[in-house]
């Protein structure tokens, strides 16, 4: 069975710094792309970053670029999100994403195929 499980979620003012994990379990990730979506409160989900299965291909919201950055630990199965200089507009829940497709547009909520439970961020001012 298939799991991801995202973890490192908090409470932090604004101006500072948090990484969050994907654990992922049930089968190596480590051929498939990634990515991390939140959804802040009474929005709809929105792609953050994803990261092509070979690691070597990063792509960001525009509202994150220069501040988050996404990587992956293919012996661990983990992928992280650093995400740093944190504005009370990047409160939302997490959620990271695995994509099986080898060609698939990652910005692209209806890519993905497994999805994790999500963790909070929330950032105070």
């Known amino acids: 069975q298939v799991q991801l499980v995202e973890s490192g979620g908090g409470l932090v003012q604004a101006g500072g710094s948090l990484q969050v994990s994907c654990a992922a379990s049930?089968?190596?990730?480590?051929?498939?792309?990634m990515g991390w979506f939140r959804q802040a409160p009474g929005k709809e989900r929105e792609v953050v970053a994803a990261?092509?299965?070979?690691?070597?291909?990063?792509s960001y919201a525009d509202s994150v670029k220069g501040r988050f950055t996404i990587s992956r630990d293919n012996a661990k199965n983990t992928v992280y999100l650093q995400m740093n200089s944190l504005k009370p507009e990047d409160t939302a829940d997490y959620f990271c994403?695995?994509?099986?497709?080898?060609?698939?547009?990652?910005?692209?909520?209806?890519?993905?195929?497994?999805w994790g439970q999500g963790t909070r961020v929330t950032i105070s001012s």
């Open positions: 990261i092509r299965w070979g690691g070597d291909t990063e």
């Open positions: 049930g089968r190596s990730f480590s051929s498939y792309s």
């Open positions: 994403a695995v994509c099986l497709k080898f060609h698939a547009a990652l910005d692209k909520e209806g890519e993905y195929d497994y």
